[in-house]
């Protein structure tokens, strides 16, 4: 009953958010065009409540809280009194179109940013130093040391290296004030005051990233399954050579198939060896040892500046990979389901879902990347060449531009009413669909390194 109460109260407000700026980018630059807004509304008719009236524009609440409008006076109909839309420049009118659709690809890269801010996860690795600068000397590190934790809490850095990503750790889990380093295949602790130390110690040094690849997936009667390797081991070695980005574990097992080789793992803290032969001829997608691996995963934060470039790029990204669909789908690269186009329901569950790894997790990146990556879809959609969207209406400009004159305002009007009635049996038929299929959710957790 919370589950399904937390869904519907986050679909509204994400939703709405969503609908709210881009019916703001509608109203604010057809109000600098000189166009009249009739009412500026949340959520779709019948009205609840009128909110107050302010410039001559009626601001309203709705009842049906899937969306808003900004209705501009004659915009579906052969109205060209001074003031309403179809009495406004060709330019007016384009940009005002345009101007929502904007207004979403501006939220997206303020969202992004601010997932990115706010904590996003990144693949990590432990330390080992290739040399050791003089404050990572003080404390006692060597050359080869693999800086592991600090009172008990694994110590991780950024696979790739990036100034601006700040690693947040897990809370010390003792207060020892202990550094545990792995030193030439031992354990040993070194005292150190201050996790400030370590950090300055490391940063300081040379060093290249290990204990990066986890196991995430046992196939059956595997290799791996049958000397016990377990989800959630994070593999150090293969015969002694470190897994590095340089040395992947896949490369280092794929040079040492059918013979014996010795995995160096950590599980819960604990360091094993375990013996295992990787088959020449493994049952297909399974691999040698029959393992699903993934990089380890922390939660980072990112300083303003390269949050902000950062939204801008996975804005562009985003509206790329959605623009290269139809080709990705012809040429086999992602399957039909993979391209399955979300409605109201499906979207709803997506949220809700978002909405729970937030809570539980208590990072915003789920929820925040998620908005992010729903109002860069708004905005490719309404852009879309078809009768009552955006893009639609952009398409009846572009054509008068070419012709010289406009399609009768009664004539476009009658073909964006029967474009959004296709619309709303479109969004039904949709509906009916994600009712009946297995909802549609993404593992954050895992994704989070939680």
Do not use: C
């Not at 009205?47 to 009236?53: C, S």
């Not at 900004?70 to 060709?90: H, I, V």
């Not at 297909?284 to 990112?302: C, E, H, W, Y």
């Amino acid at each position: 009953m919370f589950d399904t109460l937390l869904t519907i109260i986050s679909f509204v407000i994400v939703l709405g958010i969503l609908v709210f700026f881009h019916e703001l980018g509608h109203y604010w630059v057809a109000r600098r065009n000189g166009i009249v807004v009739e009412e500026f509304g949340l959520g779709y008719p019948p009205r609840a409540l009128k909110l107050f009236r302010y410039d001559g524009t009626d601001f309203t609440l709705n009842w049906l809280p899937f969306g808003g409008f900004a209705r501009m006076k004659g915009e579906d109909a052969g109205d060209l009194t001074p003031g309403s839309f179809n009495a406004a420049s060709r330019g007016a009118r384009a940009a005002t179109l345009f101007a929502g659709p904007a207004m979403n690809f501006l939220l997206a890269i303020v969202l992004f940013a601010a997932s990115l801010m706010a904590g996003s996860p990144i693949p990590t690795g432990s330390p080992r130093l290739d040399s050791v600068s003089s404050a990572a000397a003080s404390l006692g590190l060597q050359p080869g040391d693999v800086v592991v934790a600090y009172n008990g809490a694994p110590l991780r850095t950024p696979l790739f290296a990036d100034d601006s990503l700040m690693v947040m750790g897990p809370s010390a889990i003792d207060n020892s004030q202990q550094l545990s380093v792995l030193r030439q295949g031992r354990l040993v602790t070194l005292p150190v005051n201050s996790i400030d130390a370590v950090w300055n110690a490391v940063r300081s040094s040379e060093y290249t990233p290990v204990l990066m690849t986890q196991v995430t997936g046992i196939a059956e009667a595997s290799p791996a399954q049958m000397v016990g390797l377990l989800p959630g081991d994070i593999v150090y070695a293969v015969d002694g050579i470190e897994v590095t980005t340089a040395t992947p574990l896949n490369e280092l097992v794929s040079d040492r198939l059918g013979q014996e080789i010795i995995l160096t793992i950590v599980r819960n803290g604990e360091w094993l060896q375990l013996r295992v032969t990787p088959r020449v001829d493994p049952p297909p997608g399974q691999g040698a040892l029959g393992v699903q691996i993934s990089t380890v995963n922390r939660m980072a934060s990112m300083n303003l500046l390269p949050a902000l470039w950062n939204g801008v790029v996975s804005t562009g990204s985003y509206a790329m990979l959605v623009l290269q669909l139809p080709m990705l789908l012809f040429q086999g690269q992602i399957s039909p389901e993979e391209a399955q186009v979300s409605g109201p329901v499906g979207i709803a569950q997506m949220i809700g879902g978002a909405m729970s790894a937030t809570i539980d997790t208590g990072f915003w990146f789920p929820i925040l990347r998620l908005s992010a990556v729903l109002s860069a879809a708004l905005a490719i959609t309404n852009l879309l060449p078809l009768p009552a969207l955006d893009g639609g209406r952009l398409l009846f400009i572009f054509i008068e531009t070419i012709r010289g004159r406009r399609v009768s305002p009664e004539r476009e009007g009658l073909i964006h009413m029967i474009g959004f009635a296709l619309l709303l049996g479109l969004m039904l038929f949709i509906t009916v669909r994600d009712l009946s299929s297995t909802p549609q959710t993404i593992d954050w957790a895992r994704l989070m390194g939680q």
